[in-house]
């Protein structure tokens, strides 16, 4: 019997609002999943890079060590990364994870590392002749001031990241990549499209909650602007 003319599905129509209705569980749980190894390496890689980008403000010579080996971590295929940390984790998502931290590290030390550098240095003498010791100036004076190029950095690591989470289809571990992959290789046109399209506007979305908080943690730029 031939498919009703009405039939997306059978078509294997690009756009199908049939394979929304009936796949919806599926699309949740890969969106679930993506949004899960994202936000775990992007907050590691943060945990990772800010004590680096410290270490290598306060100690000059550190730096370009620092910047050379995230540098050269960020160089590294996505595919090779994931083939050298296969020994290490196998095939699981602390293996996308561990990819995507070391991916992250580049963009987040260079920017925390510019931000710190940006802190006129008569601030930092003001704030010591106050009686701020090391750790609280870094914490109330140099952290504050360098945020809008920390965030900046991390706006750019999560959209990275939201990208890079679709290679860990090959290790089965990609969220909405897991579909992609499998829906190039059926020739499946409406999951391809779908699957991309929300990759899209997870990474919109992404990024315009962070430039909120940005916003909000620092408002002294919206006054220096107006």
């Given at each position: 019997m031939?498919?009703?003319?009405?039939?997306?599905?059978a078509?294997?129509?690009w756009?199908?609002?049939?394979?929304?209705?009936?796949?919806?569980?599926?699309?949740?749980?890969a969106?679930?999943?993506?949004?899960?190894?994202?936000?775990?390496?992007?907050?590691?890689?943060?945990?990772?890079?800010?004590?680096?980008?410290?270490?290598?403000?306060?100690?000059?010579?550190?730096?370009?060590?620092?910047?050379?080996?995230?540098?050269v971590?960020?160089?590294?295929?996505?595919?090779?990364?994931?083939?050298?940390?296969?020994?290490?984790?196998?095939?699981?998502?602390?293996?996308?994870?561990?990819?995507?931290?070391?991916?992250?590290?580049?963009l987040?030390?260079?920017?925390?590392?510019?931000?710190?550098?940006?802190?006129?240095?008569?601030?930092?003498?003001?704030?010591?002749?106050?009686?701020?010791?090391?750790?609280?100036?870094?914490?109330?004076?140099?952290?504050?001031?360098?945020l809008?190029?920390?965030?900046?950095?991390?706006?750019?690591a999560?959209?990275?990241?939201?990208?890079?989470?679709?290679?860990?289809?090959?290790?089965g571990?990609?969220?909405?990549?897991?579909?992609?992959?499998?829906?190039?290789?059926?020739?499946?046109?409406?999951?391809?499209?779908?699957?991309?399209?929300?990759?899209?506007?997870?990474?919109?979305?992404?990024?315009?909650?962070?430039?909120?908080?940005?916003?909000?943690?620092?408002?002294?730029?919206?006054?220096?602007?107006g």
């Amino acid at each position: 019997m031939a498919a009703p003319p009405d039939d997306c599905l059978a078509h294997n129509d690009w756009i199908c609002g049939e394979y929304l209705s009936t796949r919806r569980e599926i699309l949740t749980d890969a969106v679930l999943q993506h949004l899960q190894l994202t936000s775990v390496s992007v907050l590691i890689g943060l945990a990772i890079a800010l004590p680096l980008a410290v270490v290598a403000r306060r100690w000059g010579w550190a730096a370009a060590p620092v910047l050379a080996l995230t540098t050269v971590l960020y160089t590294i295929p996505s595919l090779a990364m994931f083939s050298l940390l296969l020994p290490l984790y196998g095939l699981s998502a602390t293996l996308v994870v561990a990819g995507l931290v070391l991916y992250s590290l580049t963009l987040l030390v260079r920017n925390i590392l510019a931000g710190l550098r940006a802190v006129p240095e008569d601030t930092r003498q003001a704030a010591r002749g106050m009686g701020y010791g090391p750790v609280r100036l870094l914490l109330t004076v140099e952290l504050p001031l360098a945020l809008p190029a920390a965030m900046a950095g991390l706006r750019i690591a999560t959209v990275s990241a939201i990208s890079l989470v679709t290679v860990g289809a090959i290790v089965g571990y990609g969220g909405l990549g897991n579909l992609i992959y499998s829906g190039m290789n059926t020739y499946f046109k409406a999951q391809v499209l779908t699957a991309s399209v929300l990759c899209v506007i997870i990474a919109i979305l992404a990024d315009v909650l962070l430039l909120g908080v940005q916003r909000l943690l620092t408002p002294w730029t919206r006054t220096a602007r107006g």
